[in-house]
């Protein structure tokens, strides 16, 4: 059976990340998480004081370019590591993901992110979500996703999930913060936000997680099948 580039593209907030990670689960995949690579790119970018400033790119790509970034699977969870350190827990923050959405419009860093994306997909059985997968890292891949969901629920599902981790963040912020950043991503020069021409759009507005995740594994599926070639004829 072939194993599938599986590219999962989409707004922040629409569940990329829950969804790679239940169809490479599910498949027996790789998940690779392109957005925790710009958001540990940009803790350490704060943690060192750097002001986070497209306009003066020089100090940012380097720093780029200096960093490790590892992704690992320990007890069927997703760790990143920042230079050797486990910095999971930190690159989730709200800071993080404000300044990551600034660092990913400057193109020395996303060359810099793409390169090291495409070196760890390029064998297949990976599931690697973004916002430019299908359209620039892998425009090759045999399956494409393109999730999104209504900036309301992408709002609400990302204030419940601040909530159960006991983050109290206000709901007004957060839809206001995904409506600035679905603006900058759909605008940035470099790699913007867009559906690549052969990507199957998924709206989970109204769908369960899981419905997503049996859904595209369906998909994956017949993707399978078609790269593999129809059965042999023995009729004959």
Same mark, same amino acid.
């Given at each position: 059976?072939? %194993? ?6 989409? #707004? ?6 829950? &969804? ?10 790789v ?15 704060? /943690? ?5 400033? #497209? @306009?003066? !790119? ?11 970034? +590892? ?20 690159? %989730? ?7 990551? !959405? ?7 860093v ?16 990976v ?11 892998? #425009?090759?891949?045999? &399956?494409?996703?393109? &999730?999104t969901?209504?900036? @309301?629920?992408?709002? @609400?599902? /990302? ?10 963040i206000?709901? /007004? /912020? ?7 950043? +679905? ?6 020069? !470099?790699s ?15 769908? @369960?997680?899981?419905e ?5 594994v ?8 078609k ?10």
């Amino acid at each position: 059976m072939t %194993r599938l580039i599986i590219a999962i593209d989409g #707004p922040v907030g629409s569940g990329k990340s829950t &969804l790679a990670r239940r169809v490479a689960e599910m498949m027996g995949y790789v998940y690779i998480d392109t957005g925790a690579m710009y958001r540990a790119v940009a803790l350490k970018a704060l /943690r060192g004081g750097m002001a986070i400033d #497209p @306009e003066n !790119s020089g100090p940012l790509e380097v720093l780029a370019r200096d960093t490790r970034i +590892d992704l690992r699977a320990l007890d069927g969870r997703q760790q990143v590591f920042l230079d050797g350190q486990d910095v999971t827990s930190a690159v %989730r923050t709200p800071d993080v993901a404000q300044a990551a !959405s600034k660092i990913a419009v400057i193109p020395g860093v996303r060359q810099v992110l793409v390169a090291e994306q495409r070196r760890a997909g390029r064998q297949g059985g990976v599931v690697i979500e973004g916002r430019d997968i299908g359209s620039v890292v892998f #425009p090759d891949a045999q &399956l494409k996703i393109f &999730l999104t969901a209504s900036p @309301e629920i992408r709002a @609400e599902r /990302r204030w419940l999930e601040h909530q159960q981790k006991g983050e109290a963040i206000d709901f /007004r /912020r957060t839809l206001k913060e995904i409506r600035e950043r +679905d603006q900058r991503d759909q605008e940035r020069t !470099s790699s913007p936000l867009v559906r690549a021409a052969d990507a199957v759009v998924v709206d989970s507005t109204a769908m @369960e997680a899981e419905e997503v995740a049996r859904l595209v594994v369906m998909l994956a599926g017949e993707q399978g099948q078609k790269a593999v070639g129809p059965e042999p004829d023995d009729s004959s």
